[in-house]
């Protein structure tokens, strides 16, 4: 179940992140950079509103709901205490939201109204029950349809430059109908019921801890960005920024494990059954996936970079190199972190772990890019990365087995060495980049599939033969 769920989570992180891929140029070209500009800088305010209405919920959520999912009466109980905090708190972000935007933003007011409906969204976001319950389908196919939908309005309606009004109510619609979607089935699984206070502000005090790493998480993956631009310019983050398009594409696999695992390794646990035998298998799907990807970006990134973006962009294809070794790091953390650390309810090492990786990312940074630009970025992007997988690794060394992660890591490490000879030869013998580059991703693609055939079909698919 975990490795079908694994797939239906992945395939939509995968086609969240291809989508601005898909529609950048075409948005860049017809709006400008000055809207470009104020869209993301509205949505970016809209966005922390958006990070405080739902506190912890996402992980806190699926971990409280998988616990209780074959006693219908107190699922029910459990899910609307957890939400009635998730809706006091979001109503009261809405008007702080509309209080700030009526005092300080005259300027594109229009925009940051419509950016409302994505803070709406929040409010009314139930996705994380249907984690709970392991209903990826429901939840993840009503995205890929309106996601889809939304790409071909966009298309349709966004025509010119002072389109930036349709654009911002087509992304933000999209995300409102995908919400308002769940709350049809939600009957089929819960009772509403009337809820004490008391009962409803016990889960505060977890879902802020969970909402400490999410907070630190997410003003160390800005910060670089910040700290670059402010320091070394727009230039060098313009490198940045489109090398970090391309990673994210991988990140959305690391992204979608943690999302199946959470709710799975919760009931697990709390049912004692046995959870390090499933940690184990949960490293195995990850490195079988992550490390391909880590090396072949590597392998291709200068290429790719130039052959996409253009040769004004080869410096992208540098910072691809340097960052893809942070995948697997990335990786190692999540499994870590979404099978154990967090349905054993030890939030406070995962806390830890991400406010020194966010104080060393800064730290670096400010000594590093005055000097070396984007390469400093990076080298404070790795050394905040391996610091965080460091401390859990740290952590847990006494209950999962450092040593047996190195084993099943082994020999998906010698299978991405073998896919890179492919990629090598392919490389030296064509010589045309439009042509070397999408045969190197195909044939580097199969060579690894053909390699893992075995696991791919005896485990992954769990399929045994009689």
Not at 170 to 178: D, N, P, R, T, Y
Not at 235 to 252: D, F, M
Not at 308 to 313: D, I, N
Not at 314 to 342: K, N
């Amino acid at each position: 179940m975990i490795n079908k769920n694994f797939l239906y989570s992945a395939l939509y992180q995968v086609f969240i992140y291809i989508v601005p891929l898909i529609t950048t140029p075409y948005i860049s070209k017809v709006l400008g950079p000055n809207n470009i500009g104020i869209y993301s800088y509205s949505y970016s305010i809209v966005y922390y509103f958006m990070l405080i209405t739902m506190l912890g919920i996402n992980n806190y959520g699926p971990r409280n709901i998988a616990r209780l999912s074959k006693d219908r009466n107190k699922m029910s109980e459990e899910f609307c205490s957890i939400y009635y905090l998730q809706l006091a708190v979001g109503i009261c972000m809405i008007f702080v939201y509309n209080f700030l935007v009526l005092i300080f933003f005259s300027t594109n007011r229009l925009i940051f109204i419509l950016q409302n409906i994505f803070l709406i969204s929040a409010v009314i976001d139930i996705s994380w029950f249907f984690f709970g319950i392991e209903k990826f389908q429901i939840t993840l196919g009503r995205n890929l349809i309106i996601k889809l939908f939304s790409l071909i309005m966009i298309f349709i309606f966004v025509k010119k430059e002072n389109d930036l009004w349709k654009y911002t109510l087509i992304m933000s619609a999209g995300m409102l109908f995908s919400q308002v979607y769940l709350w049809f089935f939600i009957k089929k699984y819960i009772d509403f019921k009337s809820i004490k206070l008391k009962k409803v502000l016990r889960h505060f005090k977890p879902c802020v801890l969970l909402f400490i790493p999410v907070v630190s998480y997410s003003i160390y993956k800005v910060m670089d960005k910040t700290m670059l631009g402010a320091i070394a310019g727009t230039l060098q983050l313009g490198y940045y920024e489109n090398a970090e398009k391309i990673l994210n594409i991988p990140t959305s696999l690391v992204v979608a494990l943690g999302t199946v695992t959470l709710p799975a390794m919760s009931k697990i646990i709390y049912e004692k059954n046995n959870y390090l035998k499933k940690i184990y298998e949960n490293f195995k799907i990850s490195f079988c996936f992550i490390v391909p990807m880590t090396f072949g970006i590597m392998a291709v990134s200068k290429d790719f970079s130039i052959l996409y973006f253009g040769e004004k962009f080869a410096e992208s294809g540098e910072i691809l190199f340097l960052l893809a070794p942070t995948l697997l790091l990335d990786a190692i953390s999540c499994v870590i972190r979404t099978c154990y650390l967090i349905p054993q309810n030890k939030e406070h090492i995962y806390i830890r772990a991400t406010i020194l990786g966010a104080m060393l990312n800064f730290f670096v940074n400010s000594l590093l890019i005055p000097e070396w630009g984007y390469f400093g970025a990076c080298i404070g992007t790795i050394a905040a990365v391996l610091s965080m997988m460091a401390v859990h690794v740290f952590y847990i060394r006494k209950i999962i087995s450092i040593p047996k992660i190195f084993n099943i890591l082994s020999p998906f490490l010698l299978k991405a060495v073998s896919m890179l000879i492919v990629i090598f030869l392919i490389g030296k013998v064509i010589q045309r980049r439009e042509l070397r580059v999408p045969l190197q991703i195909v044939f580097g693609v199969l060579s690894y599939i053909m390699l893992n055939l075995k696991f791919l079909v005896t485990e992954f698919w769990r399929y045994k033969k009689e």
